[in-house]
């Protein structure tokens, strides 16, 4: 009754407000060092909620929709990014099946067996064979683990250490703690040239999400360039179909990206750009930035009213 009356409520409120969401892996079993990240039981029924309760669109039709002020109540668009290879075997078996579309934004330049950064450095923590690292690559003494929220919260809180270097320095610190704690790596999470192919024909949208998920702000202009349009031609090659859709790589407007980037982006020939900048995004939105978010709420109930809320600007 009451999921009924919210979407009773976001049918008289929220035509023309556009409610993007962000997702980066559904996992097929729960990982202990990436708990947020949703299971495939977890992304079923936040998936059968959208469909039952709100309406579900392509992005690049719900965007131009909304560029003519045509954008029906409820309408919400499920995004994936960084293009993991769970995308295509857990969450597009589950998206196909209720029929939900999606949009996963490829950085390009990991589709060849390279994991990115940060889940090189959570699997690395994450490795139960050792207690006790080595953090010399980043100037600080041995770190003593013993649980999963040990590992975790050593991991979580070498991220923002790291994040904020530029994109060759981080794999540099990263090989160097591999090599200092002589550590293997995990097996790729991220697709292949093939796999995206595959992605795409089964219906979901590519988008383009840089070659080296660099934060573009820290680049020059010529590299800030370089990654957007390069992205963009690679996909293409990859799906042999037009990529029309790109996501800012950890996506918030003056910590992670500036007007020079947003420039860029149209230029490259893009129709529209998504940011992590939480709310929705109207008729009058930036084309080139538009709002998403994160649902996290782990009971049904929180999930609805999150969507709700952020219809609402709440
Ligand atoms: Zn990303």
Redesign the pocket.
């Known amino acids: 009754m009451i999921h009924w009356c919210l979407k009773q409520l976001g049918q008289l409120t929220s035509k023309n407000k556009l409610s993007i969401l962000i997702y ?1 892996q559904v996992v097929a079993e729960k990982d202990p060092m990436r708990p947020s990240e949703p299971d495939a039981a977890e992304f079923r029924w936040q998936m059968q909620l959208i469909r039952d309760y709100f309406n579900p669109l392509p992005l690049a039709e719900a965007v131009t929709m909304l560029k003519q002020g045509q954008l029906p109540a409820n309408s919400v668009c499920v995004t994936f ?2 293009g993991y290879l769970n995308n295509l075997t857990v969450a597009q078996p589950i998206l196909q099946e209720l029929g939900i579309p999606a949009t996963v ?1 490829v ?1 390009t330049g990991f589709s060849h067996g390279c994991n ?1 950064w940060n889940d090189r450095l959570i699997d690395l923590i994450g490795n139960q064979q050792i207690t006790e690292f080595n953090l010399a690559a980043l100037d600080l003494p041995v770190a003593k683990v013993s649980d999963w929220a040990s590992r975790r919260e050593l991991a979580y809180s070498l991220i923002p250490k790291i994040k904020y270097q530029d994109y060759q320095q981080r794999s540099t610190i990263i090989d160097q703690l591999y090599a200092d704690n002589q550590t293997s790596e995990a097996k790729p999470k991220m697709m292949t040239p093939e796999q995206v192919k595959q992605l795409s024909e089964l219906g979901i949208e590519i988008g383009a ?1 840089t070659v080296d ?1 660099p934060i573009l702000k820290s680049q020059t202009l010529a590299e800030q360039t370089r990654q957007i349009s390069e992205s963009k031609q690679t996909l293409e090659s990859w799906i042999n179909k037009p990529v029309t859709g790109f ?1 800012y ?3 918030k407007p003056d910590n992670d990206y500036t007007s020079e980037a947003v420039v860029a982006v149209a230029a490259a020939g893009f129709d529209y750009g998504v940011s992590t900048q939480w709310g929705i995004s109207t008729p009058q939105a930036k084309w080139c930035e538009l709002n998403r978010f994160t649902p996290w709420d782990k009971s049904h109930l929180k999930f609805h009213l999150r969507l709700v809320k952020n219809k609402l600007g709440l």
């Open positions: 980066h990014d960084d934004y950085a990115m999400h998920h996501a790589p950890n996506g």
